[in-house]
Nanobody
Framework: QLQLVESGGGLVQPGGSLRLSCAAS????????IGWFRQAPGKEREGVSC????????NYAASVKGRFTISRDNAKNTVFLQMDSLKPEDTAIYYC??????????????????????WGQGTLVTVTS
């Protein structure tokens, strides 16, 4: 089992930056693909980015590509989401989630919610002037 804790959210002006962290406790973190999802007020939760268990593959939603960067440090059981050029429409609760992958799938990650077994409680990001 994994427990995930997000941090780094807050209030930022448009054009600003934030770095979210997803810290995992538990065994075998290196076997999990990690995804970031967000849910804005009144909207459904959507995939933002994901990174494979190996770290060798990443995916981004079209709305954040070129502005957000996902990375991981398996030695520290942590995944990061660097968010630059933030826009008001990025305002949401951001969640990280973990999806166990067999070694043969170490370069795979998806941004649909269904494969992800473990979820954090979320961190709020508010982008406003």
């Amino acid at each position: 089992q994994l427990q995930l804790v997000e941090s780094g959210g807050g209030l930022v002006q448009p054009g600003g930056s934030l770095r979210l962290s997803c810290a995992a406790s538990g065994r075998a973190f290196g076997f999990y693909a990690i995804g970031w999802f967000r849910q804005a007020p009144g909207k459904e939760r959507e995939g933002v980015s994901c990174i494979s268990s190996s770290g060798g593959n990443t995916n981004y939603a079209a709305s954040v590509k070129g502005r957000f960067t996902i990375s991981r440090d398996n030695a520290k059981n942590t995944v990061f989401l660097q968010m630059d050029s933030l826009k008001p429409e990025d305002t949401a609760i951001y969640y990280c989630a973990a999806d166990f992958k067999l070694p043969t799938l170490h370069n795979m990650c998806v941004m649909t919610q269904s494969p992800y077994e473990y979820w954090g409680q979320g961190t709020l990001v508010t982008v406003t002037s």
